[in-house]
């Protein structure tokens, strides 16, 4: 029988927000999660929505395309914190006409059980659950990419966007290229407005070469220089804050992630 992964993300410590803070940070993550939803539409079985309260969920064609859509997420809504549960299993109440809330199955049942987990863990921010043995793998590799990102300023974050657009670890059966420059409308930088990329959507393969025993894909050669570029600041400015920002490691351990999901399926 086919298996799907469910996303659920929460907003960590929402109930110390008053009504009117809480009601800007929903409108926030709607507007990303609408760009989200077209970015990823052709690995989405249904769509990402709030489901309750402040908590989110969408139904995905695979763990991949889960990870990197919350990994996203996570950049866009930087610097909110959040509890993400991605779970991966049958699909067994289908309703078609219906949205993500309308659906159960076992899938759902795993992906609330990481979100509670990861809820009641002061370590894990985010947690994959298959019931496979390579889970502990996968949620260590996932936990030190988070880790690293929570290290991030603003502006290493924005940096770290940018270099998903320009080099984007996704395949196309995943994420609409087309749909991510989108995103270059939710980057900001100081006395830089509405940037513009003319981008022929190069990828990143997560397939490592033969005989290879270790990641380095996620590292570009002339990153730096084509983001200096594109906002007009020195080349060595911007290599030291990808270096500090940790922005070539995360993308390495982003690989190794995706690597360790297409073992379990």
Do not use: C
């Amino acid at each position: 029988m086919k298996k799907y992964s469910v996303l659920m993300i929460d907003l960590k410590n929402s109930r110390s927000y008053d009504i009117q803070d809480r009601k800007n940070i929903q409108n926030f993550i709607i507007d990303r999660v609408e760009i989200l939803n077209r970015i990823f539409k052709n690995s989405i079985e249904k769509k990402v929505e709030f489901s309750a309260g402040d908590e989110i969920q969408g139904l995905f064609i695979s763990p991949k395309s889960a990870y990197l859509y919350s990994r996203l997420f996570s950049m866009l809504t930087f610097p909110v914190q959040t509890h993400s549960g991605i779970g991966y299993g049958t699909w067994d109440i289908v309703v078609e006409n219906g949205g993500t809330t309308a659906q159960d199955g076992i899938v759902y049942h795993n992906a609330r059980k990481a979100i509670d987990e990861a809820k009641n863990s002061l370590e894990y921010s985010v947690l994959f659950y298959s019931k496979n043995k390579n889970d502990i793998i996968i949620n260590s590799l996932i936990n030190g990419a988070t880790l690293l990102s929570s290290k991030q300023s603003e502006y290493q974050n924005k940096l770290m966007l940018l270099a998903e657009i320009l080099y984007p670890i996704a395949s196309e059966d995943i994420v609409d290229y087309k749909n991510l420059k989108e995103l270059l409308k939710s980057i900001q930088f100081e006395k830089k407005e509405n940037l513009t990329l003319d981008i022929d959507y190069p990828v990143i393969s997560t397939q490592l070469e033969k005989e290879k025993f270790y990641i380095t894909e996620g590292k570009k050669r002339g990153l730096s220089t084509q983001i200096s570029k594109i906002l007009g600041v020195s080349r060595q400015s911007i290599e030291k804050a990808i270096k500090s920002g940790n922005i070539y490691e995360i993308r390495n351990i982003t690989i190794a992630i995706l690597r360790a999901m297409e073992n379990i399926y």
